[in-house]
């Protein structure tokens, strides 16, 4: 069974620049879960989508955003980057029934603005 | 904010020792879930305990949970240097199921 991949793995971008990551859950998860790691602050919740719906959102600007694919891939989209953008993003997909389940990670994309 | 705050930030221990780690949170919770990361990876789920039990066993690993102190604990029994990584605990809580990870501790075996 493939497990969620993220694409790209390192992304290089200026700031005012656009970002998209994109992540594709484990077969049969209907939820995916974004989450910035940034150096020295754990992980941050970022999005909740399921069933193609934003179910919550952690506390960032609204030049971060996203959406659910009905094949339940997931795409993060950051609006005008700035310097602090830069870190670790993290997708994790789990079954229906949102965080009583289990989430199952990939390996992240590396965000680094310069 | 983080509602989960693993203790201590960082451990290093003998292989063939025990290795605890704390988590304290702040409010009331649904369950807690232990995760490990290894260095540039994604996160790998360990364990879920539910608010209503107060421990679980899985493997080498022990986890406690105390609601009324707020606080749960994760023990890696007879450690092996490959269980060298981040460990966080997960808090969900409230109705729209939020999870909210720890900064974590970073955990070395020596072989």
């Known amino acids: 069974e493939a497990g969620v991949t993220q694409s790209p793995t390192h992304l290089i971008k200026t700031r005012g620049q656009q970002a998209t990551l994109r992540c594709s859950p484990i077969?049969?998860?209907?939820?995916v879960y974004w989450y910035q790691q940034a150096l020295g602050l754990g992980l941050q919740f970022l999005l909740w989508?399921?069933?193609?719906?934003?179910?919550n959102r952690g506390n960032f600007p609204p030049r971060f955003s996203g959406r659910q694919f009905p094949n339940y891939s997931s795409e993060l989209n950051v609006n005008a980057l700035e310097l602090e953008d830069s870190a670790l993003y993290l997708c994790?997909?789990?079954?229906?029934?949102?965080?009583?389940?289990?989430?199952?990670f990939g390996d992240g994309t590396r965000l680094s603005i310069l | 904010s983080q509602q989960g705050e693993e203790d201590p930030q960082a451990l290093s221990i003998q292989e063939g020792e025990n290795a605890t780690m704390n988590c304290s949170y702040k409010?009331?919770?649904?369950?807690l879930q232990w995760y490990r990361q290894n260095s540039g990876r994604g996160l790998v789920h360990l364990i879920l305990?539910?608010?209503?039990?107060r421990e679980k066993h899985s493997g080498r690993l022990r986890v406690t949970l105390d609601t009324s102190k707020k606080s749960s604990s994760l023990l890696i029994t007879a450690s092996r240097a490959a269980d060298t990584a981040s460990y966080f605990c997960?808090?969900?809580?409230?109705?729209?199921?939020?999870?909210?990870f720890g900064i974590g501790t970073k955990l070395q075996v020596i072989p």
């Open positions: 989508y399921d069933e193609g719906e934003e179910r």
């Open positions: 994790a997909s789990s079954l229906a029934g949102g965080s009583v389940q289990p989430q199952h």
């Open positions: 077969s049969g998860h209907t939820s």
């Open positions: 305990i539910r608010s209503n039990e």
């Open positions: 409010t009331s919770i649904n369950n």
């Open positions: 997960a808090t969900v809580a409230g109705g729209y199921q939020k999870v909210t």
